[in-house]
């Protein structure tokens, strides 16, 4: 079967750097994404990776290995409105986004 | 102006009941989906269409049709609402299936069943 884990939970303070894992098995790989979700609202697009490597958008870094069916996003200089859920996917052969159940992650002062 | 826009935002009806989401998308993309997020957070496709064809149907219960009049509108109807049926569905929008654009969501329809 398909399957796409991520921690449930994570906590991080303020202004520090945080890092979501994401590990993946699929049938097939056209992509990763990593979507933002505010408690509430609509999944916001956040970055895609099709290949090995960092790809850096600002505060956040996703990070691809194929190979290891691993991918990570990287928060830096936390800020209070970074508390949300983050949500993993991944494209499978059949070009269908599967989800993770995405990580709650929560900012304190 | 917003891109992908579904109505009404909350929906409160009693089980048996038969209920439609409306959605639509100003992008002018190809492929609209309909997504259930249940209380564990997973999303789940339900349905796609591209240019009016149904090219996604997910293993969910025949009371749950889509209907795209176009192809800026792709609505929900569900018929005999059950208790399992309450969840939040999200109606979400890409340029091209098969391709790896991002999708572009609705915010949201949150389904209550009494």
């Known amino acids: 079967g398909q399957n796409i884990d991520q921690p449930t939970e994570m906590t991080a303070t303020e202004g520090a750097i945080v890092q979501i894992n994401c590990t993946y098995q699929?049938?097939?790989?056209?992509?990763l994404f990593w979507y933002q979700q505010h408690a509430g609202e609509a999944p916001t697009f956040l970055s895609y990776?099709?290949l090995d490597g960092l790809e850096e958008k600002g505060r956040f870094s996703s990070f691809l290995s194929r190979s290891k069916g691993y991918s990570y996003l990287l928060l830096k200089e936390l800020q209070m409105k970074d508390s949300a859920s983050y949500l993993c996917?991944?494209?499978?052969?059949?070009?269908?986004?599967?989800w993770g159940a995405g990580t709650k992650l929560i900012i304190k002062p | 102006d917003t891109a992908v826009s579904q109505t009404p935002k909350y929906l409160v009806t009693q089980m048996g009941n038969d209920k439609s989401i409306k959605c639509e998308q100003n992008?002018?993309?190809?492929?609209m989906y309909w997504y259930k997020q249940d209380s564990k957070k997973f999303l789940k496709i339900m349905f796609s269409?591209?240019?009016?064809?149904?090219?996604i149907n997910e293993t969910v219960p025949n009371r749950f049709s889509p209907k795209s009049p176009d192809k800026a509108h792709l609505n929900l109807h569900i018929n005999s609402l059950e208790l399992g049926d309450s969840a939040v569905y999200f109606c979400?929008?890409?340029?091209?299936?098969?391709?790896?654009?991002?999708?572009?969501f609705g915010d949201g329809t949150r389904l209550s069943i009494l």
């Open positions: 979400a929008s890409s340029q091209k299936s098969g391709e790896t654009p991002p999708q572009h």
């Open positions: 699929t049938s097939g790989f056209n992509g």
């Open positions: 996917a991944v494209l499978d052969s059949n070009y269908q986004l599967i």
């Open positions: 269409y591209n240019n009016k064809e149904l090219i």
């Open positions: 990776n099709v």
């Open positions: 992008l002018g993309h190809d492929t």
